[in-house]
Protein backbone atom coordinates (compact mmCIF):
# COMPACT_ATOMS: atom_id res chain seq x y z
CA UNK A 1 0.00 0.00 0.00
CA UNK A 2 3.04 2.42 0.93
CA UNK A 3 4.20 1.80 -2.42
CA UNK A 4 1.12 2.48 -4.23
CA UNK A 5 1.14 5.67 -2.56
CA UNK A 6 5.07 6.81 -3.76
CA UNK A 7 3.84 5.86 -7.30
CA UNK A 8 1.31 8.07 -7.29
CA UNK A 9 3.26 10.45 -5.90
CA UNK A 10 5.75 10.29 -8.34
CA UNK A 11 3.32 10.26 -11.54
CA UNK A 12 1.76 13.03 -9.55
CA UNK A 13 4.58 15.40 -9.89
CA UNK A 14 5.89 14.25 -13.18
CA UNK A 15 2.57 15.45 -14.69
CA UNK A 16 3.01 18.35 -12.51
CA UNK A 17 6.44 18.93 -13.95
CA UNK A 18 5.02 18.60 -17.65
CA UNK A 19 2.52 21.07 -17.14
CA UNK A 20 5.28 23.72 -15.85
CA UNK A 21 7.40 22.80 -18.77
CA UNK A 22 4.68 23.32 -21.15
CA UNK A 23 3.49 26.84 -19.74
CA UNK A 24 7.19 28.03 -18.89
CA UNK A 25 9.16 26.52 -22.09
CA UNK A 26 9.55 29.71 -23.99
CA UNK A 27 8.87 30.83 -27.11
CA UNK A 28 11.51 32.24 -29.16
CA UNK A 29 10.32 34.58 -31.51
CA UNK A 30 12.70 33.79 -34.19
CA UNK A 31 11.64 30.15 -34.40
CA UNK A 32 8.27 30.70 -34.61
CA UNK A 33 7.43 33.88 -36.57
CA UNK A 34 7.96 32.66 -40.33
CA UNK A 35 6.41 33.70 -43.63
CA UNK A 36 3.58 31.61 -44.19
CA UNK A 37 4.45 31.83 -48.11
CA UNK A 38 7.81 30.34 -47.28
CA UNK A 39 6.47 27.45 -45.66
CA UNK A 40 7.25 24.50 -47.94
CA UNK A 41 6.81 21.30 -45.21
CA UNK A 42 3.79 21.10 -42.43
CA UNK A 43 1.80 18.32 -40.78
CA UNK A 44 -1.48 18.17 -41.89
CA UNK A 45 -2.01 16.64 -38.09
CA UNK A 46 -0.86 19.69 -36.32
CA UNK A 47 -1.14 22.36 -38.43
CA UNK A 48 -3.09 24.68 -41.24
CA UNK A 49 -1.50 26.24 -43.77
CA UNK A 50 -3.08 29.11 -46.07
CA UNK A 51 -0.80 29.86 -49.05
CA UNK A 52 0.13 29.17 -52.42
CA UNK A 53 0.31 25.02 -52.32
CA UNK A 54 -1.37 24.67 -49.50
CA UNK A 55 -4.07 22.98 -47.03
CA UNK A 56 -5.93 26.49 -48.67
CA UNK A 57 -4.66 28.91 -50.91
CA UNK A 58 -4.39 32.82 -49.93
CA UNK A 59 -7.70 34.38 -49.13
CA UNK A 60 -8.60 37.72 -50.77
CA UNK A 61 -10.48 40.36 -49.52
CA UNK A 62 -11.69 43.47 -51.01
CA UNK A 63 -10.91 45.67 -47.98
CA UNK A 64 -6.86 47.61 -48.54
CA UNK A 65 -4.12 45.48 -45.79
CA UNK A 66 -4.11 48.25 -43.51
CA UNK A 67 -7.67 47.88 -42.82
CA UNK A 68 -7.53 44.12 -42.81
CA UNK A 69 -4.46 44.39 -40.29
CA UNK A 70 -7.09 46.25 -37.94
CA UNK A 71 -9.37 43.72 -38.00
CA UNK A 72 -7.27 41.29 -37.69
CA UNK A 73 -5.82 42.63 -34.32
CA UNK A 74 -9.18 43.06 -32.94
CA UNK A 75 -10.12 39.28 -33.68
CA UNK A 76 -6.67 38.12 -32.15
CA UNK A 77 -7.34 40.67 -28.95
CA UNK A 78 -10.87 39.24 -28.51
CA UNK A 79 -9.31 35.29 -28.89
CA UNK A 80 -9.32 33.97 -25.32
CA UNK A 81 -5.44 33.26 -24.01
CA UNK A 82 -3.85 35.27 -27.20
CA UNK A 83 -1.06 37.18 -27.16
CA UNK A 84 1.09 38.99 -29.77
CA UNK A 85 4.34 37.02 -29.88
CA UNK A 86 6.39 38.63 -32.67
CA UNK A 87 5.90 41.05 -35.99
CA UNK A 88 4.69 44.31 -36.75
CA UNK A 89 2.88 45.76 -39.53
CA UNK A 90 1.43 43.28 -42.02
CA UNK A 91 3.45 40.42 -40.90
CA UNK A 92 2.81 39.09 -37.18
CA UNK A 93 2.81 35.90 -35.31
CA UNK A 94 0.58 34.98 -32.05
CA UNK A 95 0.67 32.29 -29.52
CA UNK A 96 -2.76 30.92 -28.01
CA UNK A 97 -2.99 28.39 -25.63
CA UNK A 98 -4.67 26.24 -25.03
CA UNK A 99 -7.43 26.17 -21.73
CA UNK A 100 -6.18 23.70 -20.08
CA UNK A 101 -2.56 22.37 -20.29
CA UNK A 102 -1.94 26.11 -21.68
CA UNK A 103 0.05 24.02 -24.90
CA UNK A 104 1.32 26.87 -26.88
CA UNK A 105 -0.19 26.94 -30.89
CA UNK A 106 1.40 29.66 -33.02
CA UNK A 107 -0.24 31.69 -36.02
CA UNK A 108 1.99 33.48 -38.30
CA UNK A 109 0.02 35.92 -40.64
CA UNK A 110 1.07 37.58 -43.70
CA UNK A 111 -0.89 40.27 -45.43
CA UNK A 112 -0.08 41.40 -48.64
CA UNK A 113 -1.59 44.27 -51.32
CA UNK A 114 -2.99 42.53 -54.10
CA UNK A 115 -3.30 44.56 -57.62
CA UNK A 116 -7.32 45.57 -57.06
CA UNK A 117 -6.29 47.70 -54.10
CA UNK A 118 -7.56 44.43 -52.01
CA UNK A 119 -5.42 42.20 -49.52
CA UNK A 120 -4.33 38.81 -49.84
CA UNK A 121 -4.21 36.76 -46.61
CA UNK A 122 -1.38 34.00 -46.01
CA UNK A 123 -1.48 31.71 -42.67
CA UNK A 124 -0.05 29.14 -40.75
CA UNK A 125 -1.77 28.17 -37.65
CA UNK A 126 0.98 25.11 -35.51
CA UNK A 127 1.52 23.67 -32.51
CA UNK A 128 4.34 23.53 -30.66
CA UNK A 129 3.78 20.45 -29.00
CA UNK A 130 2.56 16.77 -30.02
CA UNK A 131 1.75 15.42 -33.60
CA UNK A 132 -2.30 15.95 -33.15
CA UNK A 133 -4.40 18.81 -32.63
CA UNK A 134 -7.50 17.58 -32.67
CA UNK A 135 -8.59 20.13 -35.77
CA UNK A 136 -7.61 23.26 -33.04
CA UNK A 137 -5.85 25.24 -35.65
CA UNK A 138 -8.03 24.74 -38.45
CA UNK A 139 -11.07 26.06 -35.83
CA UNK A 140 -9.27 29.01 -35.19
CA UNK A 141 -8.32 29.61 -38.57
CA UNK A 142 -11.89 29.32 -39.68
CA UNK A 143 -13.07 31.30 -36.79
CA UNK A 144 -11.06 34.12 -37.53
CA UNK A 145 -11.76 34.30 -41.03
CA UNK A 146 -15.26 34.28 -40.23
CA UNK A 147 -14.64 37.64 -38.20
CA UNK A 148 -12.36 39.33 -40.97
CA UNK A 149 -14.89 38.23 -43.48
CA UNK A 150 -17.91 40.17 -41.81
Known amino acids: MKR ?27 DWHVDPQT ?6 LNS ?17 PDQIAAK ?6 ATPRTALLAGEGFHKTWVTRSALWGF ?17 LSLYARSRFG ?6 NRQLVDAWLSELSR
Open 4 to 30: MFYVLIALALLVLGFALYVRAAPSDAP
Open 131 to 136: KGDMGV
Open 72 to 77: LEAVAA
Open 48 to 64: WLIAPGGDMEPVLFDLP
Open 104 to 120: PDYTSVWLAPTEAGGTS
Open 39 to 44: VTAHSK
